[in-house]
């Protein structure tokens, strides 16, 4: 094959290259308009609590940034393309045709797709695509089937819309290359990027990082403008283990800040004598339980339940992902890399492992779930915990008068069967329930959901269900013989909108989660109105077990009165945290360093007033800033197998 040179002028340079630019911001166009809806459809949480006012200049950033992303993402995939196009020129056209064009009409597809499902997923994680995704999206197509056949028909539409789209686009441009329009200076130049990004790699890769952004907006701004394929594919390079060096403080300051091994006070002196029952609640917010909020939900067994137990009704959680709840119900810590630790390198990490803790005091301990097996990498999590037993959907019979989750067996039915392994299990035992009927979509039994009120939302009614399903089985158990033998604990893996279609969410309303403990023996009924995470689920439930060796938890003992957290922790997204005490909220960003805002909740309760720059605060600010410091730095010690105590 010939190679015509082409006199260098502006309209060769033009004519050779207007094929790729028409194609690049074709695909520009249609990142923009999912921009648009992606902001305006998720607005609400974006900015939810302190709305932000956005002006002109603040628009005008976040269309530099958001324009500048994606066109680097665009450049990242389709340089390979104008590669591989011009390989193709020394060999067999058809290579180009058949196999090259639909590779990359793939993987721009792909992107796309990604982008398009980001606008309604993000709810969910509350945060743009990463490394995680691989972790919670098990058998995906499977699990799409059980949606209502109008989603079914959309999804199918809006995929064969983008695949028809980014293919029209894609021959249009391969024709144009086939008839000489090869983009060569477009090339070249992106070319010279590289080489001029491996000369200057620290001035140049830093616009790579997909946070890179935070030098001019906040982490609320930042998903507006990022692009889901881009921080999907960096979080997957980087392994999603990047876990940032912190050293705010000399390491003995740390651990004098912030301890974290420790040794529990003992509520059960005779050791391995109480059976311990843990209900981790999927997606159970706060709000099913706030008489004075909106969204109370009549639960005849909750509402009896709270009439004899400790209901801890100022419970955060940590995050908003199932599996980092479960880290820190169970494991008692964070996590601060982007997939789950027990997926990670970071699993040999020092930690206390609660099932080989009971173990020491005789306990025997499984884990029931009505999902798949291993969905959410929960059996990697139960094995690295130390769980004895694993029990899944695989293992339980299909109860035909129960129609299923879309997940898998609905409660009632798990229940039943963990009835069933409780009575075979010999005493003391732990075991661990990890409701599903809670979860996205909602789709609990139609025979049930009839009945109830007109105005109750999706996830109300399924709560509804919840409550039943826990009231058929505490009938059944409470005459058995280790009932009153058993301490009972509920705590939500996180909290979650009440009503998709009215989401009213702020940095403390978001997170607020019930935490329950139920005692047969003692029948106790009281709200307790201290400060507690999810972090102080696992020292509570070694407490009660009688373990007397020191443990690693960032909590403590629930039934401990005398033990307070003057702070607790969460974390809103791989780039900020929060600290939260008795009055105040501080959102500090992890990548840069700075703090973002400070709100009194207690008395700002739309957190509407950011008091990071008034001076009659900064003793509030000082104090959550080394706090959240110490948390973070002692988190990133564990995490490196640094000097830990």
Known sequence: MKFKILPFNGKT?????????????????????????????????LFAGGEESISTYSKIRLLKWSLLYDLITIAAINLLLL???????????????????????????????????????????????????????????????????FILIAFAAITAGILFIIWKLHKKFFTAFANGRHGSFIMAALLLYIGLTALFNNTITKF???????????SKQLPVVQNSFHTFSYSVFR???????????AEETVDFLYPVRKTLSINNTAAGKKNIVLFIMESVPYDFFDTAGTYKVAMPFFDSLLQKSIFYNNAFAYAHQSNKGITAILAGIPTIADIPVYHSAFVNMPLTHIGSALKKNNYNSFFCIGDEYDNFGFAKCMNWLGIDRYYSKEDMPNDKKIPDHSMGRQDEAVLNFMHKKINKVQQPFFAINYNISTHYPYDIPASFSAGLPANYTAPMKSMRY?????????SKVK?????????FIFCSDHWLVPDDNHIEFNAITGYRIPIIIYEPAINEGRTDKRLVSQFDIM????????????????????????SKNEVVFSRA?????????????????????????????????????????????????????????????????????????
């Open 539 to 562: 020292g509570t439930i070694l407490s009660i077990a009688g373990y007397k060796d020191s443990i690693i938890s960032y909590g403590n003992n629930l039934l401990d009165s005398s």
């Open 239 to 249: 392994n999603g283990e990047t876990v940032y060096p912190k050293n705010y403080f």
């Open 13 to 45: 340079l033009w004519q050779n290259n207007k094929a790729f630019i028409w194609f690049a911001l074709s695909l520009l166009l249609i990142y923009s308009v999912l921009k648009i809806i992606f902001y305006n459809y998720n607005f609400s949480l």
């Open 466 to 474: 919840y409550d039943h399903s826990l009231q058929q089985f505490f």
């Open 573 to 645: 997204n791989a780039n900020l945290y929060h600290a939260i005490d008795s009055s105040y909220i501080l959102g500090f960003n992890y990548r840069n360093d700075k703090a973002e805002f400070l709100y009194r909740y207690k008395t700002d309760t739309a957190l509407k007033k950011n008091l990071l720059t008034d001076m009659n605060e900064q003793a509030a600010f000082k104090n959550l800033s080394l706090k959240i410091k110490a948390f973070l730095q002692k988190a990133n010690m564990q995490y490196n197998n640094a000097r830990f105590k």
């Open 208 to 218: 790579l990082v997909p946070t890179y952004p935070l030098v001019e907006l906040s």
């Open 479 to 487: 005459n058995e013989p280790w009932f009153k033998e058993t301490v």
């Open 83 to 149: 590669l591989a196009l011009q390989a193709g020129r020394l060999v067999s056209a058809k290579i180009s045709a058949w196999i090259i064009l639909p590779l990359f009409v793939l993987l721009n597809s792909f992107a796309v797709m990604l982008n398009t499902a980001d606008i309604f997923y993000f709810r969910f994680h509350f945060q743009r695509a990463n490394a995680d995704l691989l972790y919670v999206l098990n058998h995906p197509l499977k699990q799409l089937f059980h949606f209502n056949i």
